[in-house]
């Protein structure tokens, strides 16, 4: 008889402990409520004269599906007392149900809830015991206090068929169970692309993957903070993303950044990790968390994609000691050789170009990732080397030589670019010349790119046993052909960066042990630099050598030393002008100015002034005024002097305006171009 009597009771804890246990999909309602009986005679209908009022106590569990809160299912254990009349015993009925019901919202507090139940009900009366079917149908107003405790107040009706039947209120407590109700939280979509070291600091601004989440919980969260956090790799979570409300049913989304630290550049195999996002939130006043746990890819520190071109500009690490002792070392060769040509960057980009061959560094295709394969697929990985690990190795293919080059030279302070063609990418540098300055000094600017205002030199960076010349020469060509047919870029490195910054090198490379040998890197740099110097001049200088012995006009012999200057040889070019410096104010104007590039002002100074003197309307003369006055310190001057030529010519002023700030402003806050126009010279023509 006890075994018939305990399996209602053992078959409800079985299904009650099922109900519990899945709540750690949603969300599992229990509640506790004690209640007050007392009899009706609708189907009964002596129960009124049978039985007093009495009470008991029900214990349930209740389902809530996280995708729909407003259904209620599971299950209820209740016991019941009841005195009877005319009779000294009362009875005792326990009822295991199955119950189920929906719930209606009244604002963000308050929810009408009617629940229906039936099962079996075991009844004692006077010794005697009886099983019957048992159901019920009440309606519950439940009143939340917290997100997780609600108080419950009701009524309804029950019946024990054929023994008993009656109306109850009851009042008691819901305690809500399961991640459904700590978590309101539900991820409906989550992506974290995999993690590249070097883009570490891009990460900060630039989104890796994306989040969709949905409110399923009962309540409007307040004040949503997300943040995204990499255990070692991050110093703390970096919050990407605040919601001031989310409604219950509402889904938002937003994009996952983070701020990785430099310990991530020690990856130098994949790696596995572990993330969290988590979720800050107020609920009902009250301030709570949900967290979600991820996986995340991260790539070695030398991994890149080639989605996008432009990342390559965060492997240019121009302030690497090995770089730095590299390229100044390159520099200090320049300054040896008694040779001049063009400006200082198209000499120092000789120079370093030169200095691959010194130092024994070779083109080399990487058959595991050849640029020209991988960048046809924006998604397939390559290694790229760090610009000390290709000083290191002694061998790159085209885009580890590209980097390494853009590298060296923006570490002396020359402006670099990248050029993309299909299946290549190679450099190009700033020549700081203006495009008609450019276009003098070369004769045309066809081996040239003029972009962002400024002229480009491009360089064909893998023919390193060719020389610079020829690296020049197949570089423009490479150029012209693909921007025919619009498949050529040029992406700016500082540009670049401000996207995809540069980061520190991995910190455990040695130092270089040797340097290019400066004696053999000289001989070639000088021998080159001439030859190229002397190409370049020939043709024009010939034709001006024989219109000089055939007329006696000044013009040919201006122009000469022009076609000199312009090349950096100031000996000859000087040697011209004064042959006719008493009787051209272009001469003594171009005189000044090899006197201003060698530093020499009160000189560069008379010169002007003797040029103005001649040709008081000379606006070059007017500038070279100004600029030596600027250097002289003498600022007033300076100022008038500059003041006058923007009244004569306002757009060859407007290329110096840092003339006219007085006291000297920095040139390239006043237009686009990083060039200092401190040692542009405008030569008189």
Known sequence: ??????????????????????????????????????????????????????????????????????????GELGFDYVDTENTDAALFMMSAHATGGVSFTLGETFALQPIVSAGYAYSLWDGRSAGQFSAAADLQLAWRITPQLSVVAGGGYTTRVGLYEGARAFLGTTFALGTGAREPLTPTQIRIDPVFPILYQYYDHGPFGAIEIENTGADTLRDVRLSFFVNEYMDSPRTFARFDRIARGERVEADVVALFNNRILSVTEGERVSAQVTVDYTAMGRPASQTIRETVQIHNRNALTWDDDRKAAAFVTARDPNILRYARNTVGVVEESPLRAINTNFTVAMALFESFGTFGITYVVDPQSPYEQLSQDAFALDFIQFPSQTLEYRAGDCDDLAILYNALLESVGVETAFITTPGHIYAAFNLDMWPEDAERTFGSLDNLIVYDDAVW?????????????????LGARQWREASATGDGEIHLTHQAWQVYPPVASPGDGLMLATLPDRDRLLAT?????????????????????????????????????????????YDRAAEQFRRIASRSASAQVNLGNIAYLRDEYPRALEHFRAALSMEPANTTALLGTAMAQHQLHQHGAAAASYAQ??????????????????????????????????TRMVWDE
């Open 457 to 473: 030199l491009p360089v064909e960076i893998t023919a390193i046993r060719q020389g610079f010349v020829t690296a020049w020469e």
């Open 1 to 74: 008889m006890r075994h018939v009597r305990s399996r209602p009771l053992l078959l409800m804890m079985m299904v009650l402990a099922l109900v519990v246990a899945g709540s750690a999909a949603a969300q599992v309602d229990v509640s506790v409520l004690p209640q007050f009986l007392t009899p009706l005679g609708l189907t009964i209908p002596d129960a009124p004269d049978l039985y007093r009022p009495g009470g008991g106590i029900r214990v349930s569990g209740m389902y809530v599906p996280a995708q729909a809160r407003w259904l209620r299912a599971g």
């Open 645 to 678: 030529l923007t009244e004569q010519d306002a757009e060859l002023a407007g290329r110096y305006a840092w003339l006219g700030t007085g006291g000297g402003g920095d040139a390239g806050t006043t237009r686009a171009s990083s060039a200092d126009d401190r």
């Open 525 to 569: 740099y000088s021998s080159r630099l001439d030859t190229f110097i002397t190409r370049s001049i020939y043709s024009r200088e010939q034709q001006l050598l024989g219109r000089i012995r055939s007329d006696r006009d000044t013009r040919p012999i201006n122009a000469l030393g022009v076609l000199y200057a312009r090349h950096g040889l």
